[in-house]
């Protein structure tokens, strides 16, 4: 099984900062990284896929970035909604796997 | 719009046995590959199982000949069968959909439903 390791598993910004979590896979993977943002009580929202496309309806300030084992989820300038859990998910095979998650705090 | 409305979810002792669905609307059904994933409490995301849209399953070691994923694509509904229930299968289960026909990324999810398995 690929293991995914997300770093940090939580971090604290303020509104404007940029934030940067990484993701890193046990074997290589390609492209095949997506990522997920995850508020109190909701269900995952798809953000990035194929690690660097951006999913529709996402706003722009967030990317992705990174292939092979080393991968990247940013926001460029938080905003207050964006105070939340991120997940990264390899897609390379099965089963799927899912880094730990990133607690994103003020 | 797509929706995927998860239900079934209960208080179970160990070794019971509980059906979850999720009901599908607002894309083709049939057509799309669909997975549950579970969440523990507090914890992160586990992949649980994938059927493709033509009845090819997939399964998490952990569930593997405990459950049982299934479709009924002229009700657009997908079915969790969960038998020898544990524990640790204590769990908010979310039915989500596939952009691939296996192994993808879950671009829509249900808002999952609770499965308590306890004593």
């Known amino acids: 099984d690929i293991q995914m390791t997300q770093s940090p598993s939580s971090l604290s910004a303020s509104i404007g900062d940029r934030v940067t979590i990484t993701c890193r896979a046990s074997q290589s993977i390609s492209s095949y990284l997506n990522w997920y943002q995850q508020k109190p009580g909701k269900a995952p929202k798809l953000l990035i896929y194929?690690?660097?496309s951006l999913q529709s309806g996402v706003p722009s300030r967030f990317s992705g970035s990174g292939s092979w084992t080393d991968f990247t989820l940013t926001i460029s300038s938080l905003q207050p909604e964006d105070f939340a859990t991120y997940f990264c998910?390899?897609?390379?095979?099965?089963?799927?796997?899912f880094g730990g998650g990133t607690k994103v705090e003020i | 719009e797509v929706q995927l409305l998860e239900s079934g979810g209960d208080l179970i002792h160990p070794g019971g046995s509980l059906r979850l669905s999720c009901a599908a609307s607002?894309?083709?059904?049939?057509?799309?590959?669909m997975s549950w994933v579970r969440q523990a409490p507090g914890k992160g995301l586990e992949w649980v199982s994938s059927?493709?849209?033509?009845?090819?399953?997939y399964y998490a070691d952990s569930v593997k000949g405990r459950f049982t994923i299934s479709r009924d694509n002229s009700k657009n509904t997908l079915s969790l069968q969960m038998n020898s229930l544990r524990v640790e299968d204590t769990a908010l289960y979310y039915c989500?959909?596939?952009?691939?026909?296996?192994?993808?990324?879950?671009?829509?999810w249900g808002q999952g439903t609770l499965v308590t398995v306890s004593s």
């Open positions: 607002g894309f083709t059904f049939s057509n799309s590959a």
């Open positions: 989500a959909r596939l952009t691939l026909a296996v192994a993808g990324d879950f671009d829509y």
């Open positions: 059927i493709t849209g033509d009845g090819r399953t």
């Open positions: 194929a690690a660097s």
């Open positions: 998910q390899q897609s390379s095979s099965i089963p799927l796997t």
